[in-house]
């Protein structure tokens, strides 16, 4: 339970939660501020693409330490 593997695939899933998060935020054009900033929605493009590459890398690196 506490192999390394495990903890690749709970950091995956995780990065796409984010992912998930910020494609919803760009399909539903909501808005986000911080205080007196609003948030740029390319601000989210980026992320969402760190994201899925993030999750990605993670689930694939899991894969090959023998899950």
Known sequence: MNSPATGLRVASVIFGIFAIGHLLRLINHAAVTVGTHTIPMGLSWV?????????????????????
Not at 48 to 66: C, N, P
Request: net charge positive; no cysteine; glycine share 4%.
């Open 47 to 67: 992320a969402l693409i760190v994201a899925v590459i993030l999750s990605i890398w993670l689930w694939r690196l899991s894969s090959r330490s023998g899950a």
